[in-house]
């Protein structure tokens, strides 16, 4: 296939087939032909606050639970808004601009973000991916509950990742601006009023 026709093939694509996302379950992310995700969110520890013993205790921890498991695959993504873009945005602005005025109210704006962001320094979500194949429908919750008992076993907070989760997950990654709390699984579905 030559690159125009791979172009062309990729802008006939839908936007759920760019992103490799089919469906989104109660539970786990279904793709096209990369098996269904399933996330299981770990809370993070502030190391900065642990002894050193601590800190090796928790390495050890998470290396046990990555030889215990193969199949387990690591993520790690901002949980809130990137402001970096913003930011540039507004130093430019404030380079370029003559007036005083105008150039303290972008570096009050610059200012503002600035402080947002140290806020959410900690905003970091940690995930554990656990990618399902072939599994037998009856054998997967069993399989599931295992892991996150061991995640758990092992000293960590973790919750498996459910509808509203993984929307806000893929919100966060693709967009990185995060403005709702709940998200619509059709565009425009708060505006349709459904009746009798």
Known sequence: MSRKEKKTAKQKLSTRQLINTK??????????????????????????????????ARIYALMTVLKGMAEIEMLCLNSRENFEDNKRFLRNRIEQEDNPTVRKILEADL???????VQMATAREFLIVIRLRDEKPNEVF?????????????GFSVKRAEKEDIKRILAVYFEQNVTTEKFEDFDGERWVIFGD
Not at 111 to 117: A, E, G, P, S, V
Not at 142 to 154: A, C, F, G, S, V
């Open 23 to 56: 469906a989104i379950t109660d539970y786990s992310l279904l793709t096209y032909g990369h098996g269904e995700l399933v996330y299981f969110i770990i809370k993070p520890t502030n190391i900065s606050v642990l002894s050193e013993a601590s800190i090796a």
């Open 111 to 117: 200012t503002f973000l600035d402080r947002i962001q």
């Open 142 to 154: 069993p399989y599931l509950n295992r892991i996150e008992k061991t995640l758990r076993e092992q």
